[in-house]
């Protein structure tokens, strides 16, 4: 009864995790950032103007457009398929304006298979050129690996139930462990790319040669909070059932 308990609440935390391992993997907002780089005109706004008759009585003419110039905020929001940015009010919060219930008709996408680390754009050599763009493949290895992973542990795991197979059972719980220490060297990497790689350059790329004075802010996304939310789930599945199937064969 015990094993059969504590198998139930492993297979829970598992698959919580697996889940979380999915949406991370899934979605494009491992890195949430904004910009000011560049003058933008925003639409235009109305004013009146107005004048005297003959009698003394002030008139007010037609409304005549006026347009305001001001500096919008460049959103940027990326993950493992795409990288995204598009325009938004400068009083905009970052990761509430990047969810799906606001995504506006102009956002610019491409392709971002190997993110997060900066790639160079154009030609090779380029100036904004940075040698770690090295890594990106090792972070793409990881997060794939990770995934398969975690599905592999889950599908042994599954069939481990019926056959009550100790076997499956601590194979399964290994993949968990695993995936759970993938995952979380994958993040330790992207952190020590926020927090030391110029990310700012990475941010602007091309464009900063225009604005070497533009101000980004860079946060860290749901995609990535997701990711870090499962590590312990699976890790914890992984022990559970780990312990699992020690107890199945040690009763056999």
């Not at 391992?21 to 890195?31: E, H, R, V």
């Not at 037609?62 to 993950?79: A, C």
């Not at 298979?113 to 793409?140: C, E, I, K, M, N």
């Not at 699976?234 to 107890?247: D, P, Q, T, Y």
Request: contains cysteine; charged residues 10%.
């Amino acid at each position: 009864m015990r094993v059969g308990a504590a198998a139930l609440t492993g297979g829970i935390f598992g698959a919580v995790g697996t889940l979380c391992f999915l949406l991370a993997f899934g979605t494009d907002y491992w890195l949430v950032a904004s910009d000011n780089c560049g003058p933008h005109t925003w639409p235009t706004q109305t004013t009146q103007t107005g004048g005297k008759d003959v009698n003394g009585t002030e008139v007010q003419s037609d409304v005549e457009p006026v347009t305001v110039p001001q500096r919008l905020l460049t959103l940027h929001h990326e993950g493992f398929f795409w990288r995204c940015v598009f325009q938004v009010e400068p009083a905009a919060h970052a990761v509430v304006a990047t969810l799906f219930t606001n995504q506006p008709e102009s956002k610019l996408c491409s392709h971002g298979y190997l993110f997060p680390l900066p790639v160079a754009l154009g030609q090779v050599p380029h100036p904004s050129y940075d040698a770690t763009a090295v890594f990106r493949g090792f972070w793409t290895v990881l997060i794939i690996l990770g995934l398969v992973s975690a599905l592999a542990g889950g599908f042994l795991l599954v069939c481990g139930v019926p056959f009550i197979s100790p076997r499956l059972y601590k194979l399964g719980g290994a993949f968990l462990i695993a995936a759970a220490c993938l995952f979380l060297f994958m993040l330790l990497l992207y952190v020590l790319w926020m927090e030391v790689v110029d990310v700012k350059s990475y941010v602007l790329q091309e464009r900063g040669e225009a604005c070497p004075d533009a101000e980004v802010s860079v946060l860290y996304g749901l995609s990535f909070m997701v990711a870090v939310a499962g590590v312990p789930l699976e890790l914890v599945s992984g022990l559970v059932f780990m312990l699992v199937g020690r107890a199945l064969r040690a009763s056999k």
